[in-house]
């Protein structure tokens, strides 16, 4: 499955953003999906993913009552919302596949789309 991020740009801190995770090639709805994010100098860090059906979610700990993950799979689209954002959540935002997992493991996804720029200026 090809992945595509999308939706980033640049917000003043308290502000929101809607990034979007387009998918083509294959089924989209077999394929959970997470968003992971790094920014300068740091490691990659996981967001938020959802299952295959959306019903199932996982959220890091300092993302949980901010960022929202949702699907549409009618669109073969998964969508992460982020609210009162803050200049430490600027990141390149990247969103992957992966065939059954929701976790925080990178190396757990297989499919990588291009990443997002997302800007938060205090």
């Known amino acids: 499955v090809q992945l595509q991020a999308s939706g980033g740009g640049l917000v003043q801190a308290g502000g929101s953003l809607r990034l979007s995770c387009a998918a083509s090639?294959?089924?989209?709805?077999?394929?959970?999906i997470g968003w992971f994010r790094q920014a300068p100098g740091k490691e990659r860090e996981f967001v938020a993913a959802?299952?295959?059906?959306?019903?199932?979610?996982n959220y890091a700990d300092s993302m949980k009552g901010r960022f929202t993950i949702s699907r549409d799979n009618a669109k073969n689209t998964v969508y992460l919302q982020m609210n009162s954002l803050k200049p430490e959540d600027t990141a390149v935002y990247f969103c992957?596949?992966?065939?059954?997992?929701?976790?925080?493991?990178?190396?757990?996804?297989?499919?990588w789309g291009q990443g997002t720029l997302v800007t938060v200026s205090s």
């Open positions: 090639g294959r089924t989209f709805s077999n394929y959970c």
């Open positions: 992957a596949a992966s065939a059954s997992y929701i976790g925080d493991g990178y190396d757990r996804y297989t499919s």
């Open positions: 959802i299952g295959r059906s959306g019903i199932s979610t």
